[in-house]
């Protein structure tokens, strides 16, 4: 027997959480295939050792988003001060490279400064670059020149998004990496520390818990979630979703924080192509693999980058340096990422061990530290590659889905590269669009057989 919801919302992640919390006076209900809402921003905790999927710190800057996780969460959340290091050329500068350059070698420094010296007189007499038609490769050299591309930007984001620079485009860089000007470059290069640059330098995080505190204070004002409730197909034309379990739910509209191409995979009766263009979207998996270690004070940082290919992760983090309450007391705990195809194979056992091996030979663990505790994630997807696939076809594939009633939303729903502030706010937004739609009778309400709240 079918049942029924006006609003059909699938993904417990913040977008989806936030988007049923600021619908009101029209019902929804939330479904969530894993056994706790927060999708990325999900939550471990064993032998006292607390782990968030990698790194997920609060910048918030809209005021909006801002009073509202205040509301939320009143008094659970600290500030910090970013402390990020970058460790390449066997030496570790602060973060962002391109404006701390001071420890590296003088022949590094100096091919550094040239470059972006060059790079500011040649945007001067010819403008800023063109974002729409240049590749990420291309647009690292004409912003930053050709020695801190070489250095740290195309070896970095070669690691992360594991494919040729020059296949990406630029659609993501505006708000993500930092653009220091000649003078904070210069001051960094003969020792003054800069700071404050890009969108991270200071940051919330809870006080004890891990990251997952923010999507279940969320869960609690969306109305029905319903965990462990896996969609296993789509039918646009019916407007209904079916349960792995055989359930049907029918809708007035659909909101899908699903991954896209997963998304387009179990719908039907939508317009054909969208199928391929869904197999043909790319991204990466990450490994999160977690540590716990038998002594205190790993590191004052809260985490760094590792730019050069000698080792496999790209970035650690350490979660007690956020909170005490995310180790037992005398331990500490580290995270490392390492980006992987998505239909690469791994070994976690082989993950841990190499893991452990390249910390030590960093400097990061001695030898006589223990691992006491160990754990590998997987994220899947884990960043999109902005490809020109990507760029060419992803408005037309969101446009026609929102045309057939589906309203495909968020980091993997959008296909996108963003933060848990857009994640709320793009759920709130969608929200009160559904609002006014929905509210003025636009679509007709339509009742599976027997059909009931769900």
Known sequence: MGTHAPVVILGGGLTGLSAAAHLTGIESVVLERESDVGGLCRTTEEDGFTFDCT??????????IRDLVGRLLPGALVSHERRALIHSQGVQTAYPFQANLHGLPDPVVAECVSGFVEAVLRRECHGEP???TMSFRAWTESTFGRGIAAHFMVPYNTKLWRTDLDEIECGWVSWSIPRPTLEEVLGGAFGATVRGLGYNPN???????????LPEALAS??????LGAEVAAIDASTRTVRLRGGETISYEALVSTLPLDRLLAIATGLPEGLGEAGRRLRAVR???ICLGIDRPHLSRAHWIYYPEPEYSFYRIGFPSSLSPSMAPRGCSSVWAERSIGRAESFDPEEAVATTVEELRRAGILRASDRVIYSRVGILDPAYVIYDRYRARN???VLETL???GIHSAGRFGAWEYSSMEAAI???????????????????PPRRAAGGGRA
């Open 402 to 404: 929102a045309s057939a």
């Open 286 to 288: 990450v490994l999160n």
């Open 394 to 396: 992803l408005p037309r």
């Open 221 to 226: 004002r969306a109305g029905e979630v319903r």
């Open 425 to 443: 706010r793009t759920g709130a937004d969608l929200a009160e669009r559904l609002q006014a739609v929905l509210r003025d009778g636009l679509q």
């Open 55 to 64: 790194g997920h710190l609060l910048h918030l800057r809209d005021p909006g």
């Open 130 to 132: 063109d974002l729409e």
């Open 203 to 213: 940051f919330l995080y809870p006080r004890r818990g891990g990251i997952r505190v």
